[in-house]
């Protein structure tokens, strides 16, 4: 059973920053493709950050130059940090494992973890 659990969220204010955390249980975690999707109240999921199993990263176009992803696969962690938080950020942030090879494909999410930001 893998699991993905997230965390490190909580309540900031304005321009504070927060360190999420995902562990992940998947033994192919090195090369799955790790991700951070968001979803506010009465809006849809969206991407945040992902980085692929070779360190190449993919951001939304809101987080740019405040949000940083990175992943430790000894640990089977992936992390974001998350700086000059704004009242949008405030979502639930979800950790996501993914593989798309041919042979090894999975999607898993994990719980999530709640960011809310303070003005």
């Known amino acids: 059973q893998v699991q993905l659990v997230e965390s490190g969220g909580g309540l900031v204010q304005t321009g504070e920053s927060l360190r999420l955390s995902c562990a992940a249980s998947?033994?192919?975690?090195?090369?799955?493709?790790m991700g951070w999707y968001r979803q506010a109240p009465g809006k849809q999921r969206e991407l945040v950050a992902s980085?692929?199993?070779?360190?190449?990263?993919d951001y939304g176009d809101s987080v740019k130059g405040r949000f940083t992803i990175s992943r430790d696969n000894a640990k089977n962690t992936v992390y974001l940090q998350m700086n000059s938080l704004k009242p949008e950020d405030a979502a639930v942030y979800y950790c996501?494992?993914?593989?798309?090879?041919?042979?090894?494909?999975?999607?898993?999410w994990g719980q999530g973890t709640e960011v809310t930001v303070s003005s």
């Open positions: 998947v033994t192919t975690f090195s090369i799955s493709t």
């Open positions: 980085i692929a199993s070779g360190g190449s990263t």
């Open positions: 996501n494992a993914r593989s798309d090879g041919v042979l090894i494909r999975y999607n898993y």
